[in-house]
């Protein structure tokens, strides 16, 4: 198997109410098809005793070709085929850990702090099953001394493909998904969510079968039902910790998303299709464009000088405001804030109100020998007409910038947009001109013998950019429905390209 072994003193944990005594281990060579699991079986070791004695595999797979230090015991080191010779030496005493039992106001961060450690991922390291539980009472691994307290936690990645490099011809991916079977099949309240998590199955699958059809690259996938249950996912979460993947596609909810949070697994999970913000706050990589990051594109674009798309447009000889719409509270007061904030006070308009939407009705008495650039902050589809009728009550010049969540999301249809000049923001959009959509129809219909949902197309594109990112290190990547862009080594998702409603379809504006 490639293994390389000589004898190393080391200090670990042996009894949770014991003090900590000294332990041979064995240097064990990683090669392909080890985990932490299959080696504390071969060595007769636990897979707590080798996280300690290597603090560095805490928050990532194992690579091949490195050196792990496996802690075993005497009794089950004179049993392996290793030179007597070795045996024999002494082993010496080490007492660089002891035992800490967690009091009632301990937290990691607070023990990260007395305890002189450089950062909470180093009590991480030394304390793996913290990430998953804690409770007073509970053992916990404290450095003694100086030199325990030397180590460094290991480091987030600073560029997104650092782990090209060693992934070798094995990828190994696991998938959460919420199916509900026996709803399923019985028409419970469970089966829609099903319907989804088939289709998004799919679509990986067909995804992975791309990547490995013309290659040496081998990718094991592994389905896990989640059922959208906490004591499901935890004992999904605790498995893969013992057999760590190199990507994690989902869950796909929030609340069962969040369960990752401080785990190993966290830094290689992928956030599929939660919005919510205490997700984006976690180190998922999130798929998920933020609405905020809209904004921010509808008003850097606004920022620019003559960028409206309305240079054939003899309009646009008229001197143009930035007219924001919306509710004085909330999200939409903060938003509109944000949309004028660097303007001079004479280049915007500003009409919001309390929820009556009486303040609407100025928009029918605006100056028609201006144009307007509107932006609407509230999202309510019902608020979104009573704009668009006052507005169409008088003849005036108006560009509407909105983004997907706003205009598509909410059920609003094509002769809403029809209307006017509409200006989209978006990442998710399907445009069945491109070669690559069509290409994915075929090929999906194909295996499947079905026309391909949102969610097969969401499964298929998610699969693919971060199997890209895995073995290329891809950054930036338009797929069949959405697109990804993770520059500057950023997790947050903040592909953005705008589409312009024209002939009743939205059109590419480069």
Not at 433 to 457: G, L
Request: aromatic share 10%; net charge negative.
């Amino acid at each position: 198997m490639g293994i390389k072994r000589k004898l190393f003193v080391t200090v670990l944990l042996a009894i949770a109410a014991m003090p900590l005594s000294a332990q041979s281990t064995v240097a064990h060579e990683i090669v392909q098809g080890n985990t932490i699991y299959s080696l504390a079986k071969e060595y007769g070791s636990t897979v707590e005793a080798i996280n300690e004695a290597n603090p560095n595999i805490g928050v990532r797979s194992l690579v091949i070709g490195e050196t792990l230090i496996i802690p075993i015991p005497k009794d089950t080191l004179l049993n392996k085929n290793v030179d007597p010779q070795v045996q024999d030496q002494p082993i010496t005493e080490a007492p660089e850990y002891e035992v800490y039992l967690v009091k009632k106001l301990d937290t990691p961060e607070s023990l990260t702090v007395s305890w002189g450690l450089p950062d909470v991922e180093a009590f991480f390291t030394l304390n793996p099953d913290a990430r998953i539980q804690w409770s007073k009472g509970m053992a916990l691994v404290k450095p003694a001394n100086a030199a325990a307290m030397a180590f460094k936690s290991p480091t987030k990645s600073k560029e997104t493909n650092d782990t090209t490099a060693s992934l070798g011809n094995d990828i190994h991916v696991a998938c959460i998904l919420p199916f509900f079977l026996d709803q399923y099949v019985n028409e419970g309240p469970g089966r829609k969510r099903s319907e989804l998590s088939f289709s998004y199955r799919q679509g990986v699958e067909l995804a992975i079968e791309e990547f490995t059809k013309d290659s040496s690259l081998v990718i094991d996938v592994q389905f896990f039902d989640s059922m959208n249950q906490r004591d499901t996912v935890q004992g999904i979460v605790q498995e893969l910790i013992t057999n760590q993947p190199d990507l994690v596609l989902g869950p796909m909810y929030s609340s069962r998303l969040l369960q990752l949070r401080a785990t190993p697994l966290e830094e290689l999970a992928v956030n599929l299709i939660s919005k919510q913000k205490s997700v984006r706050n976690t180190g998922l990589w999130n798929d998920v464009v933020s609405e905020d990051v809209f904004w921010s594109a509808i008003k850097n674009f606004h920022d620019l000088p003559q960028q409206q798309d309305t240079a054939n447009d003899s309009t646009f000889a008229l001197p143009r405001k930035l007219l924001v719409v919306g509710i004085s509270s909330g999200k939409s007061a903060k938003t509109s804030r944000y949309l004028i904030s660097e303007l001079e006070a004479e280049d915007y308009l500003l009409i919001e109100g309390d929820n009556s939407w009486k303040h609407n009705e100025q928009l029918a008495a605006l100056d028609s020998t201006k144009g307007y650039d509107l932006v609407i902050t509230e999202n309510d589809p019902a608020y979104i007409l009573d704009v668009l009728r006052n507005l169409r009550s008088v003849n005036l010049d108006y560009h509407w910038y909105t983004h997907e969540y706003q205009a598509l999301d909410n059920g609003l249809v094509s002769s809403v947009f029809a209307r006017e000049t509409v200006h989209m923001f978006t990442a998710n959009f399907t445009d069945y001109d491109r070669k690559e959509s069509t290409e994915f129809i075929r090929e999906f219909r194909n295996r499947f013998e079905r026309h391909p949902d949102r969610m097969a197309i969401e499964g298929y594109d998610n699969a693919k950019f971060h199997l890209l990112r895995l073995t290329k290190g891809t950054t930036a990547w338009r797929g069949v429905r959405k697109g990804f862009s993770f520059e500057n080594a950023s997790r947050e998702n903040s592909f953005v390209e705008m589409r312009s409603f024209k002939n009743l379809r939205w059109e590419l504006q480069q």
